[in-house]
């Protein structure tokens, strides 16, 4: 029976295909952020998340399997198990997040972004201080001020989806370092 066998071909054989996938992998764990189309990223990212685990055990057979997958061993393989698997040790899964960032100007095909979340290019945590930088009026305003009081978020006009961001980007940054990036690009933006 032909039961379970389905997986995205991406128009591809399947050497091409598992070659496809290994570079872009490789490319992920290398950058932490890379620019694809949307059935792509889909299909890249349980083989970006196996990776992450393969670095948190971090045995001699984990990293036998990295070895064999990734490509550029020299820049990924430290990458994966030095910086990548600490900064997920408590997580318990779902290292990576797809933002979808519009059509391709060529063919329209819908592009993304897949990234390795809570990394310091994070998308989320630069979308959300970048909007909260231009709703804030003042200098003195804080994310934990802004948290603490409801009534403040309606005063601002913020959406909902603003608020849940900025408290899932909150765990994994402190509330300090994201006043400082909002001051940052509060101050950048007057000086325009």
Not at 47 to 54: E, F, K, Q, R, V
Not at 138 to 145: H, I, L, R
């Amino acid at each position: 029976m032909h039961h379970g066998k389905h997986l995205r071909r991406l128009n591809r054989t399947s050497g091409h295909r598992k070659a496809l996938l290994r570079n872009l992998v490789s490319s992920l764990v290398e950058h932490g952020r890379i620019e694809t189309t949307v059935a792509k990223a889909k299909t890249l990212q349980p083989i970006a998340d196996s990776m992450i685990t393969l670095g948190k055990k971090g045995d001699v057979e984990a990293k036998k399997k990295a070895l064999a997958y990734l490509n550029s061993r020299d820049v990924t393989i430290p990458k994966l198990f030095e910086e990548l698997a600490p900064r997920f040790a408590n997580r318990q899964g779902g290292y990576t997040r797809i933002q979808r960032i519009g059509k391709r100007y060529g063919d329209n095909a819908p592009m993304a972004v897949i990234e390795y979340i809570d990394g310091p290019t994070d998308l989320k945590r630069e979308m959300v201080t970048a909007t909260l930088a231009k709703k804030f009026n003042s200098p003195s305003a804080s994310v934990k001020g802004l948290l603490e009081n409801e009534q403040k978020i309606k005063e601002l006009g913020l959406p909902n989806s603003l608020v849940r961001n900025l408290k899932k980007v909150q765990f994994s940054n402190s509330i300090e370092s994201l006043d400082r990036e909002i001051q940052k690009k509060m101050s950048s933006n007057n000086n325009l």
